[in-house]
């Protein structure tokens, strides 16, 4: 069962913050953030681990709740170039080395 | 940087017919996967392979299959393609454990099935 994000999509500007959720119905090891611009591969973001850590890249950051088996990716500050398609990816306990994705969250930053 | 080569871009066959999408990763990397990708559904795991000669099914494996002779080789095969996988074709790879290391995805091959 793919995880679930939300929302399917945003539209900001410049300079907004938006906040996208990811979350599994059974336990994780990891959940991986990606980023997809139209035409392009998926480019990786963060990854983080069972433990609840916060990663961030750049005014990029997220939280991972273990005991919620969720994951946020907050974006601050937001510049163009974040527009693209976000997908998080989990890796469940219960099935190593499955990596599983969520549908995506398209996000349109505005000037 | 790791490299993850699709030999295809865009690729047109015709209903019924047999098609290898070919994918190659020079990294050595044990984990590799094929995903396909629809608008609204994401990315959805066909199967995945973390050894030579092994194999996983995926979330959606039914009319696929695959074949990892080689390390840095991993082929998804249509037996009999039909309209319904017409998709984008993501490949990608990551070292053992994967745990903590990123997915290297390649740039897609656009296959359409008419």
């Known amino acids: 069962q793919q995880p679930v994000q939300s929302p399917q999509a945003v539209i900001l500007r410049e300079g907004e913050d938006a906040v996208i959720n990811c979350s599994s119905s059974k336990a994780l090891y990891s959940v991986h953030w990606y980023r997809q611009k139209h035409g392009e591969a998926p480019v990786f ?13 750049d005014k990029i950051s997220a939280s991972f709740n273990e005991k919620k088996q969720q994951s946020s990716l907050y974006l601050t500050a937001s510049q163009l170039s974040y527009s693209g398609t976000y997908f998080c990816g989990t890796e469940r306990t219960d099935s190593w080395g499955k990596f599983q994705f969520g549908a995506g969250t398209q996000v349109v930053v505005t000037p | 940087d790791v490299k993850v080569t699709q030999s295809s871009r865009y690729l047109v066959k015709r209903t019924g017919e ?9 990294m050595d990397h044990e984990n590799m996967f094929w995903y396909r990708q ?8 066909i199967y995945f392979s973390y050894d ?9 494996p039914e009319g696929y299959s695959v074949s990892r002779e080689k390390k840095e080789r991993f082929s998804l095969i249509l ?23 990123p997915l290297h995805f390649g740039n897609g091959t656009r296959l359409t099935v008419t």
């Open chain 2, 38 to 45: 629809d608008p609204g559904l994401g990315l959805r795991l």
């Open chain 1, 45 to 57: 973001l963060m990854i983080l681990l069972k433990g609840g850590e916060q990663k961030g890249h």
């Open chain 2, 52 to 60: 030579v000669k092994m194999k996983e099914k995926g979330d959606i």
């Open chain 2, 79 to 101: 037996e009999s393609a039909s309209t319904n996988q017409t998709s984008m074709y993501l490949c990608a790879s990551t070292p053992s454990g994967g745990l903590g290391s």
């Open chain 2, 18 to 26: 047999k098609v290898f999408l070919e994918c190659v990763q020079d």
